[in-house]
């Protein structure tokens, strides 16, 4: 329940720190939602949180690709772990 709680805090967030008026903070917040919803996903073995937590990684991605900080082995890495685990379900 509390990472259910966690993620609707996130996207309630964003309707605040958009993409257009702070990309920075709008991207490690679909970070943050993507993390907690890759760990859901993994333990409720859900292919729709797996799904939105990959959805959530690259749109950090698109918006950090545009900045010098060094993310996209991160990105690629955490993706690449998203989508295994997305293939690992039954």
Do not use: C, S
């Amino acid at each position: 329940a509390g990472t259910l709680r966690a993620v609707a805090a996130f996207r309630l967030a964003l309707q605040e720190m958009t993409r257009d008026r702070v990309p920075l903070q709008w991207a490690q917040t679909q970070n943050n939602i993507g993390r907690t919803l890759l760990d859901l996903g993994q333990r409720r073995r859900a292919a729709a949180d797996l799904e939105a937590a990959i959805v959530a990684f690259k749109g950090a991605r698109d918006v950090f690709a545009n900045t010098a900080a060094p993310h996209a082995d991160y990105f690629t890495a955490i993706i690449q772990q998203t989508e295994t685990a997305l293939a690992d379900l039954p």
